[in-house]
């Protein structure tokens, strides 16, 4: 069990970390552009943060909170999405004098036990998007062309996004209503889980993936068909918006998404190419979630993206990642007077900001050089008493084989030219 990682972990291998890296640098330049700033917050928060703000109906605190005891006898909960934590912070630093909008970004790891399927761990990586304190459907309209916008400088071209409104709480209640009355019949047909949502929250039930309850709510009224005046006009704004921006969308009723702070705007991006499993993202409005979390009621809407199923996306379409920078020297060296030279050597080169390397295990030239070109160095010299003595050494290309002798005091210039 000391070498192996446990299930639903994944270690990110330097081989692939530079895949990682663009998304993050892609990522960090969009929400730039946008004008949101990064927040950072814990890893764990206290279990009633998620209790409140995910819901104690859905499965995420139900069956996949990593939760514990510290040794303050505190029940202390890894995060398993990052839209609580951020609200948490909004609220706790004062965030609400700020100017408003406040528009923030996180990209971090978040923990669920659940089951292990290609893409999905209970370790993952997710990059998210908060936006506080406008209440029109033009903050809707900027969070989905934000996700459209990254998902075209990235080259994912088969993508695309469903919309739906699930109200407020006036008109939900009313829905609820006539949603009860649908499915009374046929609770004995129902799964368990969702006979526990009837009474506490019957919309969860449209969520369910079960086949037998995916058959029963194929015709339960639709809360979309529902809407209050104020979330019909705020719903005909976003479409109207996304329009505008020549943005598709498909409205699908059925979204609800699987958390129980959305209001009005939820959406989706879908995937025709990672199986059943096709959402790469989701996100939506939460109206109510800061006053649910002890903060003043102020609006806010946001996304996430998981990391990993994004991978999955861009390399099913063969989209080819920027290769990482290689070395721009490695410097052989025969005998001890030499190592030492080029100790010194590679440390200058550094300090210059170029990428260099040397033997440190004691290999022969013949494997120094091998290693070098493993290393996908650009230039290798070979250092030993002569060419210490004499200042000058061959500088040989890696990838053309061509050679040419150069003094060792402009190494430094050639190698920036």
Known sequence: ????????????????????QYIEKEIAKLCHDFGYKEIRIPVFEHTELFQRGVGDTTDIV?????????KG?????????????????????????????????????????????KGRYREFHQFGVEAFGAAGPSIDVEIISMLRLFFDRL?????????????????????????????SPNLDKLCETCNTRFERNPLRIIDCKEEAC??????????????????????????????????????????????????KTVFEFVSSNIGAQGTVCGGG????LIEACGGKPTPGIGFAIGL?????????????????????????????????????????????????????????????????DKLGAKYSIVLGDDEIDSGKAVLKNMETGDQKEISLDTLICRLKM
């Open 155 to 183: 080259g994912i071209n088969q993508v695309s996004l469903n919309i739906n409104s699930i109200g407020c709480p006036v008109c939900r209640a009313e829905y609820n209503k006539k949603l009860k009355d649908y499915l």
């Open 73 to 117: 006898q505190r029940s202390i909960t890894l995060r398993p999405e990052g839209t609580a934590g951020v609200v948490r912070s909004y609220i706790e630093n004062g965030m609400a004098s700020h100017p408003q909008p406040v528009k923030l970004y996180y990209n971090i790891t978040a923990y669920r036990y659940e089951n292990v399927q």
């Open 308 to 372: 990993e199923r994004l991978l999955m996306v861009m390399e099913n379409q063969g989209i080819t990642f920027p290769e990482p920078k290689g070395l721009d020297i490695f410097i052989a060296t025969i005998g001890e007077k030499a190592d030492r030279y080029a100790e010194k050597m590679v440390y200058q080169l550094r300090k210059e900001g170029l990428s260099a390397q040397k033997d440190l295990i004691g290999k022969s030239v013949k494997a120094q050089m091998k290693y070098a």
């Open 285 to 288: 409005r939460y109206d109510g």
């Open 214 to 263: 995916k058959k029963i709510t194929a015709g339960a009224p639709a809360l979309i068909e529902n809407l209050c005046g104020e979330c019909h006009s705020h719903f005909e704004g976003l479409k109207a918006g996304l329009e505008n921006l020549g943005i598709d969308y498909t409205v699908d009723k059925n979204i609800v998404r699987g958390l129980d702070y959305y209001t």
């Open 1 to 20: 069990m000391l070498t192996q990682a446990p299930k639903g972990t994944k270690d990110i291998l330097p081989s692939e970390i530079h895949k990682w």
């Open 62 to 70: 139900q069956k996949e909170m990593y939760t514990f005891l510290d």
